[in-house]
């Protein structure tokens, strides 16, 4: 019996892959590390939206008028909801699986984005690359009123907006009185 | 156990390797079993699992360590001969996973004993397994480094759809709805570029399909939805 097993096991070939000799190919359509195009990142955090672990994280400092994109890949599922709903097709997993390490804090990536400053100096509520991509599209409608309106909003902040929102009200109800600060 | 030795010269033998299961759901679990199978056979490094903390070297903690856990981890922690490592091994032992902000878990092994390596991952692969055995071992070295970058907004590349932006979100919908988020960004991405370049409808389709009756059926299909976008 014994002896029959040795025969056949001669006969067969190695099964053991020389892994860390020799890299261990992944499948097409693989789910790795997630990696963020620095260029195409617009820090808008659909990503962290999304994320089940809340693995990326969108910390808001407006004080040093900047957000930051943080991932933890100590707590990824590689689920890849991020990729799937990435607007600017910015996030995208790699072949990468080796990701071992030695400290929590070789396995954190930190984006940090510039949060836009209106004309009056008040920080926004979104980044620079943001407004920018935002404008980007406004200038493929058609309509040019409403791009040109539409633009001029969006280069105020929160409370700018609410107040020329108001006036504009005000104006348009009763003619003459509008302009004032309000 | 850090340092520039590896393990196996600070013992002078094997390493022994102990299995820890704090309340996973039986993936990582598998993936450790797979390590140890002929395919991947990590005994070739000499690591081989035992039953009692007593006899260990190394520990490898699977699962997010629940509250009822947490007590027999600590335990664990205080049987074990010194010096010894522990390996966190997957997301949910590495920072808790999906699970980090239950009632019911601590959120990763580090909250109850301290961890020498983590190796993410839901779960990892097998050869990741053995990667990560043996960077907490001293054998090879971590691959992956914190990554901080200040993010110049002048260096934007903006998204620039070739017909209207709405026309283009409705494509890639659909698209992503028939073929699923991968194949629909890859396809999309060849079809619009073959369209720029003046190839006609019919053949775009058929080459971003690349012999997949299915792709080009679906993007066929589309004729329409693109050809209101101007382009």
């Known amino acids: 019996m014994s002896l029959k097993l040795i025969v056949k096991s001669l006969a067969w070939r190695r099964v053991t892959r020389r892994y860390p000799y020799e890299p261990h190919p992944v499948p097409e359509d693989f789910r790795g590390k997630v990696e963020f195009d620095p260029d195409a990142c617009m820090g808008c955090g659909a990503c962290a939206n999304v994320c089940p672990p809340n693995a990326i994280e969108v910390i808001e400092r407006p004080g040093e008028g900047v957000r930051v994109i943080k991932l933890f890949i100590g707590r990824c599922i590689f689920c890849g909801r991020c990729e799937e709903n990435c607007p600017v097709a910015a996030v995208r997993q790699t072949d990468e699986f080796e990701l071992a390490s030695r400290s929590r804090e070789d396995l954190e990536v930190l984006l940090k984005h510039v949060l836009a400053v209106d004309g009056e100096g008040h920080v926004m509520e979104y980044t620079e690359r943001e407004l920018a991509e935002a404008m980007e599209l406004l200038a493929t409608f058609e309509d040019r009123e409403l791009v040109r309106k539409l633009g001029e909003y969006a280069r105020m902040c929160r409370s700018c907006r609410v107040r020329e929102g108001v006036n504009s009200i005000v104006k348009s109800l009763r003619p003459g009185l509008g302009g004032g600060e309000g | ?231």
Not at chain 2, 34 to 47: I, K, N, Q, S, W
Not at chain 2, 68 to 83: G, M, T
Not at chain 2, 142 to 168: C, F, G, H, M, N
Not at chain 2, 177 to 183: E, P, Q, S, V
């Open chain 2, 1 to 231: 156990m850090s340092g520039p030795r590896s393990a196996y010269e600070v013992l002078g033998r094997s390493v022994y390797l102990l299995h820890v299961d704090s309340g996973s759901c039986n993936g990582c679990d598998i993936e450790v079993l797979d390590a140890l199978t002929p395919y991947f056979d990590v005994e070739r490094f000499g690591v081989k699992l035992v039953a009692s903390p007593k006899h260990a070297d190394a520990v490898i903690v699977t699962g997010p360590v629940t509250r009822q856990f947490s007590a027999f981890l600590k335990r664990v922690y205080q049987y074990l001969p010194k010096p010894t490592v522990i390996i966190a091994c997957g997301s949910c032992a590495c920072g808790g996973g999906i699970w980090h902000d239950t009632y019911s878990t601590l959120g990763g092994v580090d909250k109850v004993v301290p961890v020498d390596t983590y190796i993410p991952g839901c779960p990892p692969r097998p050869s990741a397994i053995i990667h990560g055995v043996l960077v907490a071992l001293g054998v090879l070295q971590q691959k992956v480094r914190r990554v901080e970058k200040s993010l110049r907004p002048s260096a934007l590349k903006t998204l620039r759809p070739p017909t209207d932006y709405l026309t283009y979100k409705e494509v890639l919908n659909t698209l992503k709805r028939m073929l699923g988020y991968r194949l629909a960004g890859r396809v999309l991405k060849n079809y619009l570029s073959l369209l720029e370049r003046g190839v006609g409808r019919e053949e775009a389709a058929r080459e971003a399909a690349g012999g997949d009756e299915r792709v080009e059926a679906v993007l066929k299909a589309l004729k329409e939805v693109v050809g209101g976008g101007g382009r």
